[in-house]
């Protein structure tokens, strides 16, 4: 990175002779001169330095009896130096990157993964009669709705997506399952059923936290202003807020109360071995998964759990449908 940096900004490669190299040298450090890679030779010494400091250099060798010159340029800088007076060549790049940018912004690619009992051919006319094909602009598709959409259309699919990846619209399909001869007989037709995840990370070293104090404060909300009915407010760890307005048939009035309830905290720490992180990490699974799908039915799930030096990481996926 520092190479890539310094190639950017350009630097020289230079020599100095006919003088005193090591009072030269020792001048120039002293003055916060950065000279690198200085290499001794017979007549003096070869170094590098960036553009700046090499506009320097040639007063530090005059006043030890010596002359510096350039021996290379290196860099952007120097690459771009002869096309400094050639417009025509900086338009033609900006004109370049335009042209790009437009054309990236269409789909020049489709591609179906993902389907077996649903043919290529019947999803590519559904494609085609929705506006998804080669030559539309990415920017005219709502993928969301147009997965929900699919997914609606075809009782087949349980889940899809619209990855974009370059110019290439790429739609990914999970089919559903077919119900077993022996097992459970009920149908999806119509059942809006799609795919969802889910992650959560547990943290190895976790905090016991108890409230040491609470303090309530309360300000007076009149039309536009606000009136403190307290002196001074304390920041604490945990805000709460909470507002009472007048109504009158249903109508709110801008007249009541704000409520604040600042909570100061002691807390203290400990560090959870794999079984009972895991055990973590599987509750806070749980109750996002009741806060996530409690509209929902869940058909299937599936999870992968990594536990590392610091932390448990679950991922689960989840095949839903609406209650």
């Not at 409690?294 to 989840?318: G, L, R």
Request: charged letters at 30%.
């Amino acid at each position: 990175m520092i190479w890539f940096f310094r190639w950017m900004f350009g630097y020289v490669l230079f020599f100095f002779k006919g003088g005193f190299a090591e009072d030269f040298l020792t001048d120039c450090f002293s003055d916060g001169i950065e000279i690198r890679d200085v290499a001794l030779n017979d007549d003096g010494f070869t170094a590098a330095c960036n553009i700046k400091t090499y506009r320097k250099l040639h007063r530090y060798a005059l006043r030890h009896g010596g002359r510096v010159k350039i021996i290379k340029k290196k860099g952007l800088p120097f690459i771009l130096l002869p096309l400094k007076n050639r417009f025509g060549f900086f338009v033609g790049m900006l004109v370049f990157v335009v042209i790009i940018s437009f054309l990236s912004s269409f789909i020049w690619n489709v591609e179906i993964v993902g389907n077996s009992r649903l043919s290529d051919t019947a999803i590519s006319a559904y494609l085609d009669n929705h506006n998804l094909k080669t030559g539309t602009m990415w920017s005219s598709i709502d993928r969301d709705s147009f997965c929900w959409d699919m997914m609606s259309d075809f009782d087949d699919i349980s889940w899809v997506h619209i990855n974009k990846i370059g110019t290439t619209a790429r739609v990914e399909i999970n089919e559903t399952k077919l119900a077993d001869k022996d097992g459970d007989k009920e149908k999806l037709q119509g059942i809006n059923v799609f795919r969802k995840e889910l992650q959560v990370v547990a943290y190895r070293e976790q905090k016991d936290i108890t409230v040491k104090n609470r303090k309530k404060y309360i300000c007076l909300h009149f039309f536009t202003a606000d009136i403190p009915l307290y002196i001074k407010k304390e920041k604490g760890d945990i805000s709460n807020q909470r507002e009472s307005f007048l109504t009158i048939r249903d109508t709110k009035i801008p007249i009541g109360i704000t409520e604040y309830e600042e909570c100061f905290l002691l807390s203290s720490s400990k560090t959870l071995n794999d079984d009972v992180l895991l055990e973590l990490a599987r509750k806070k699974m749980k109750f996002q998964e009741e806060k996530e799908f409690d509209e929902f039915e869940i058909i299937n799930k599936s999870e992968n759990h990594k536990i590392d030096a610091d932390k448990c990481v679950i991922n689960t996926s989840y095949i839903i449908r609406r209650k």
